[in-house]
């Protein structure tokens, strides 16, 4: 199984918007509405950012939103702020035989 | 307050052995179920393997099946990782994390544990 590709880099000035896409297959993104997002801040661990696709657990700023379309899912957070510079990653379901996929992960730089 | 906290990282040779644990804290154990997810350096997140709740169900990674084995114990609120035939490119941060609140995504990582495997 092949990990879901993310762009590499991504960047944006303060109070802009971004988008990470995040591209996978009929096999994962495409048959489960189970892709989670995950902001990893250096040397910490993961923090979960959205789950179902485009939901978002209690505590993440509203500033962070998902969506999906086909195979491909995608990150937006609007009024980019300099504390949201962190690496980015996708995750799906990917059925009994995988189980869960990463994404390659992005780079979100704050200009 | 909820946690996980991993130990058991280490150096060890090609071909070696070594066993991780986390613990948990804070909520439920038994009710959640529980994964192990890795990061070698300056790379990207791997799923490694999970565990059902009860142990009845049990998944790994291409990369790591035949040779890792999960598994928990409910008792003691803590998951293990076994790992075996250790090679380089299992060099890596370790976590676990917990899946159950929210469909399909781990909510709740550990710190890590770093493993290295080299001669």
């Known amino acids: 199984q092949s990990a879901l590709t993310q762009p590499a880099s991504v960047s944006g000035s303060p109070g802009q918007s971004i988008t990470i896409s995040c591209t996978g297959t009929?096999?994962?993104?495409?048959?489960?509405?189970?892709v989670s997002w995950y902001q990893q801040h250096p040397g910490k661990a993961p923090k979960l950012m959205i789950y179902?696709?485009?939901k978002r657990p209690s505590g993440v700023s509203n500033r962070f939103s998902g969506s999906k379309s086909g195979n491909t899912a995608s990150l937006t957070i609007s009024g980019l702020q300099a504390e949201d510079e962190a690496d980015y990653y996708c995750?799906?379901?990917?059925?009994?035989?995988?189980?869960?996929?990463f994404g390659t992960g992005t780079k979100v730089t704050v200009l | 307050e909820v946690q996980l906290v991993e130990s058991g990282g280490g150096l060890v040779k090609p071909g070696g052995s070594l066993r991780l644990s986390c613990a948990a804290s804070?909520?439920?154990?038994?009710?959640?179920?529980m994964n192990w997810v890795r990061q070698a350096p300056g790379k990207g997140l791997e799923w490694v393997s999970s565990?059902?709740?009860?142990?009845?169900?049990?998944y790994y990674a291409d990369s790591v099946k035949g040779r890792f084995t999960i598994s928990r114990d409910n008792a003691k609120n803590s998951l293990y990782l076994q790992m075996n035939s250790l090679r380089a490119e299992d060099t890596a941060v370790y976590y676990c994390?917990?899946?159950?609140?929210?469909?399909?995504?781990?909510?709740?990582w550990g710190q890590g544990t770093m493993v290295t495997v080299s001669s």
């Open positions: 804070g909520f439920t154990f038994s009710s959640y179920s």
């Open positions: 179902e696709g485009s």
């Open positions: 565990i059902s709740s009860s142990s009845s169900y049990i």
């Open positions: 994390a917990r899946v159950g609140r929210y469909l399909g995504a781990f909510d709740i």
């Open positions: 009929s096999s994962d993104v495409g048959s489960y509405n189970l």
């Open positions: 995750c799906s379901y990917a059925g009994s035989s995988t189980f869960y996929v």
